[in-house]
C-alpha cells in the first residue's frame, strides 16, 4: 500500500537554529498538509498546498514557517530560528484530490520527533 | 470554530470485550469525519472514513456510525484485542474546507 514517508524520523536541533523537514507525498496525490501535535495535546492544522501554493494555513503557521515543494516527488517544511515550543511531532500527509464522494480522506506519514533544546 | 471531543480519555478493558469511543463535534456542517488509531510515538492510521451524507461504515471489527445533525460520531470496536491498544483519534473536516480538525483522544488499553 503507498505510504508519505518522512525523513529524519526524529531531529534535535538547537534553539535559534533551522530545520528542514522532509516528506515524501504519494505519487498521485494533489493535496498535502502539514499538521503538528504538542506532547499530550491535539493534532493541530498547520499548513495545506496545492497546485504549488499554500491553499490555507493557520494561526500557527507565521512567517517563521515555510513550505516548499522543489521538485516531483518532496515536500518540504522548514522552521526558521527554531523555539523550545516548536518540539513537536510533525505529520505530513497527502491526499488524492480536495473533496467529492470519491474522496478517500488523508494518508498520514509517521512524523518527524522534533526537540529543541 | 469546531470543537472536537472525545470522551472517555482513556478507557481499560479486558480482552474480549465490545467497546464504544465517542466523538462531538460543535459545528454539524461536515464534510466527513475520520477516525485514526496513533500508536506511542508512531504517525496516524486511518481506520475509517464517513461521509457527511453516510450513517456508518464498517472494516472488519470496526464499525463507525455518524449522526451529523447531533454532532455525534461512535467507534465501536467488537471483541477487542491486546493488538486493539492504542489512541483513538476523531477528526473532522469541515464543508469548504480541505483541513482535519482533531480531537484529543481516547487512550485505549486491552488486557489478555
Known amino acids: 500500500e503507498p505510504e508519505v514517508t518522512q525523513t529524519p524520523s526524529h531531529q534535535v536541533t538547537q534553539m535559534g537554529q533551522e530545520v528542514i523537514l522532509r516528506c515524501v507525498p504519494i505519487?498521485?496525490?494533489?493535496?498535502f498538509y502539514w499538521y503538528r501535535q504538542i506532547l499530550g495535546q491535539k493534532v493541530e492544522f498547520l499548513v495545506s498546498?496545492?497546485?504549488?501554493?499554500?491553499?490555507?494555513k493557520s494561526e500557527i503557521f507565521d512567517d517563521q514557517f515555510s513550505v516548499e515543494r522543489p521538485d516531483g516527488s518532496n515536500f518540504t517544511l522548514k522552521i526558521r530560528s527554531t523555539k523550545l515550543e516548536d518540539s513537536a511531532m510533525y505529520f505530513c500527509?497527502?491526499?488524492?484530490?480536495?473533496?467529492?464522494?470519491?474522496?478517500?480522506?488523508?494518508?498520514f506519514g509517521s512524523g518527524t520527533r522534533l526537540t529543541v533544546v | 470554530k469546531q470543537e472536537v471531543t472525545q470522551i472517555p480519555a482513556a478507557l481499560s478493558v479486558p480482552e474480549g470485550e465490545n467497546l464504544v469511543l465517542n466523538c462531538s463535534f460543535t459545528d454539524s456542517a461536515i464534510y466527513n469525519l475520520q477516525w485514526f488509531r496513533q500508536d506511542p510515538g508512531k504517525g496516524l492510521t486511518s481506520l475509517l472514513l464517513?461521509?457527511?451524507?453516510?450513517r456508518e461504515q464498517t472494516s472488519g471489527r470496526l464499525n463507525a456510525s455518524l449522526d451529523k445533525s447531533s454532532g455525534r460520531s461512535t467507534l465501536y470496536i467488537a471483541a477487542s484485542q491486546p493488538g486493539d491498544s492504542a489512541t483513538y483519534l476523531c477528526a473532522v473536516r469541515d464543508s469548504g474546507y480541505s483541513t482535519l480538525t482533531f480531537g484529543k483522544g481516547t487512550m485505549l488499553l486491552v488486557s489478555p
Open positions: 498546498f496545492y497546485n504549488n501554493e499554500i491553499s490555507e
Open positions: 464517513i461521509q457527511s451524507s453516510q
Open positions: 500527509a497527502s491526499s488524492p484530490r480536495g473533496h467529492g464522494l470519491t474522496f478517500h480522506g488523508y494518508t
Open positions: 505519487s498521485n496525490h494533489l493535496y
